[in-house]
């Protein structure tokens, strides 16, 4: 049977199935709060976006964004389906190299890249880096001519987009700590002193608006402000990009109030946008690049936790209390993000009561899901929360000195543990006496 609005199966004893795979029995192997992930459906949301720029006749790159979820073996899954990565971290770019990726598929990113990061970016022959202030420009300049290296580049601009999301995850609108300002003239500054550049191969432009996104219309938009500028530089400088990144953000399915659109209809808008663009402006067609991380693993995890304790306040709310909280899933703490989920081991019962699922953490705030639909609850019952693919272990923590959770992969019914569940011993590693 086929769970409604997501896509996974419930099997004949009536337990939520992923991959194959009986999520009750995954509990019982591996332990609670347990992270899962249908490889198989990643691999279906990155063949969307592949093929449809394949099928369109554009040259372009997908490149993971890892700060999503990353690990060696999801990048190593990305590999072998041809994707790009982006990295913003030097943790993750370590990650990806560990990973034996292709250092000419890694972009670097970040606001405030420092030495460190920059110098195993060079050494490494990595295939971009997306600038995003004037301070980088002077300070990889220096590097490169330390190591002797030339480096391909892209600047990130900041069109003035209003995107409609939340305002922590909204980025290309003006006032934002990333990248050059359009309006105000930043960005030609900083095109004059990479074009032609001696070390630094300008290859383009970047922008990001933000993410969770469900409509076109503010790509639409921010490919004409990028196009107008463009239009200027060839002008007056006889410019023209050979590639233009317009980022993810990428919206999905998180409850029945999201309606994202199918992921090859952004392309298709995408390609027809820059099109219209070129044909008049008689460019030549730049190769265009993008940017999804949600998109692509979000929908494929999901997170099991062990129901523990129960709370009714009369006339007021019942609660329910599961074994992790805001230690796996920062997101319902940090943006109010809506979560929707069923107890895995009864997943085809009729829903008959209403309950908030409350984290362990001693936090008012660790309160997982508002209000969710289940069947009468029972200590010991297996929760399944749906669509935490995205966000879940990459912002995972150790408030209260809690470990972080084991992740799985399955595939054609078959499991792998690709990140260990944490020992407490792990958790003190670092700490130092002070006797």
């Given at each position: 049977?086929?769970?409604?609005?997501?896509p996974?199966?419930?099997?004949?004893?009536g337990?939520?199935?992923?991959?194959?795979?009986?999520?009750?029995?995954?509990?019982?192997?591996?332990?609670t709060?347990?992270?899962v992930?249908?490889?198989?459906?990643?691999r279906?949301?990155?063949?969307?976006?592949v093929?449809?720029?394949?099928?369109?006749?554009?040259?372009?790159q997908?490149?993971?964004?890892?700060?999503?979820?990353?690990?060696?073996?999801i990048?190593?899954?990305?590999?072998?389906?041809?994707?790009?990565?982006?990295?913003v971290s030097?943790?993750?770019?370590?990650?990806?190299?560990?990973?034996?990726f292709?250092?000419?598929?890694?972009?670097?990113?970040?606001?405030?890249?420092?030495?460190?990061?920059?110098?195993?970016a060079?050494?490494?022959?990595?295939?971009?880096?997306?600038?995003?202030?004037?301070y980088?420009?002077?300070?990889l300049?220096?590097?490169?001519?330390?190591?002797?290296?030339?480096?391909?580049?892209?600047?990130?601009?900041?069109?003035?987009?209003?995107?409609?999301t939340?305002?922590?995850?909204?980025?290309?609108n003006?006032?934002?700590?990333?990248?050059?300002?359009?309006?105000n003239?930043?960005a030609?500054?900083a095109?004059?002193?990479?074009?032609?550049?001696?070390?630094?191969?300008?290859k383009?432009?970047?922008?990001?608006?933000?993410s969770?996104?469900?409509?076109?219309?503010?790509?639409?938009?921010?490919?004409?402000?990028?196009?107008?500028?463009?239009?200027?530089?060839?002008?007056?400088?006889?410019?023209?990009?050979?590639?233009l990144?317009?980022?993810?953000?990428?919206?999905?399915?998180y409850?029945?109030?999201?309606?994202?659109l199918?992921?090859?209809?952004?392309?298709?808008e995408?390609?027809?946008?820059?099109?219209?663009?070129?044909?008049?402006?008689?460019?030549?067609?730049?190769?265009?690049?993008?940017?999804?991380?949600?998109?692509i693993?979000?929908?494929?995890?999901?997170?099991?936790?062990?129901?523990?304790?129960t709370?009714?306040?009369?006339?007021?709310?019942?609660?329910?209390?599961?074994?992790?909280?805001?230690?796996?899933?920062?997101?319902p703490?940090l943006?109010?993000a809506?979560?929707?989920g069923?107890?895995?081991?009864?997943?085809?019962?009729?829903?008959?009561t209403?309950?908030s699922?409350?984290?362990?953490?001693?936090?008012?705030g660790?309160?997982?899901?508002?209000d969710?639909?289940?069947?009468?609850?029972n200590?010991?019952?297996?929760?399944?929360?749906?669509?935490?693919?995205?966000?879940?272990?990459?912002?995972?923590?150790?408030?209260?000195?809690?470990s972080?959770?084991?992740?799985?992969f399955?595939e054609?019914?078959?499991?792998k543990l690709i990140?260990k569940?944490?020992?407490?011993?792990?958790i003190?590693?670092?700490?130092?006496?002070?006797?």
């Open positions: 049977m086929k769970l409604a609005g997501h996974f199966q419930v099997n004949k004893e337990h939520l199935v992923i991959g194959g795979l009986d999520t009750v029995g995954l509990a019982k192997k591996y332990g709060p347990l992270y992930y249908d490889v198989s459906i990643i279906e949301n990155c063949r969307a976006f093929n449809t720029f394949k099928e369109l006749g554009v040259s372009a997908v490149a993971y964004a890892s700060k999503a979820f990353s690990s060696i073996a990048l190593q899954v990305m590999k072998q389906e041809g994707l790009s990565i982006d990295v030097e943790g993750e770019l370590y990650t990806a190299l560990k990973a034996d292709p250092t000419e598929k890694i972009h670097l990113h970040g606001n405030n890249k420092s030495i460190d990061e920059l110098t195993l060079i050494e490494n022959n990595i295939g971009c880096i997306v600038i995003d202030n004037f980088e420009i002077e300070l300049n220096r590097l490169l001519d330390e190591h002797d290296k030339n480096m391909n580049v892209l600047l990130r601009v900041t069109p003035g987009i209003q995107s409609k939340h305002q922590y995850i909204m980025t290309g003006e006032d934002s700590k990333f990248g050059f300002n359009l309006a003239g930043q030609e500054k095109f004059t002193q990479l074009d032609n550049h001696d070390r630094i191969h300008f383009g432009l970047h922008c990001h608006i933000g969770q996104i469900f409509e076109t219309d503010s790509f639409t938009k921010a490919a004409e402000i990028l196009f107008d500028e463009l239009a200027k530089w060839h002008s007056v400088y006889n410019y023209t990009p050979e590639v990144n317009f980022g993810g953000g990428f919206g999905i399915r409850t029945k109030e999201d309606s994202p199918p992921l090859a209809q952004y392309v298709d995408l390609v027809l946008t820059v099109k219209k663009h070129i044909s008049h402006l008689q460019f030549p067609m730049p190769e265009i690049w993008i940017e999804p991380g949600r998109s693993v979000g929908n494929a995890g999901i997170t099991l936790y062990t129901i523990g304790s709370k009714e306040i009369p006339g007021v709310r019942n609660y329910i209390a599961v074994d992790g909280g805001m230690t796996d899933n920062l997101r703490a943006y109010q809506k979560y929707e069923v107890i895995a081991n009864r997943a085809d019962q009729p829903n008959t209403e309950v699922v409350a984290g362990k953490c001693c936090e008012s660790d309160m997982l899901i508002w969710l639909p289940l069947p009468e609850v200590n010991g019952d297996i929760l399944a929360v749906f669509s935490t693919g995205a966000y879940g272990y990459s912002m995972a923590n150790n408030y209260n000195r809690f972080k959770a084991a992740v799985v399955v054609n019914g078959q499991d990140i569940r944490e020992t407490y011993d792990d003190i590693r670092n700490d130092l006496s002070y006797e």
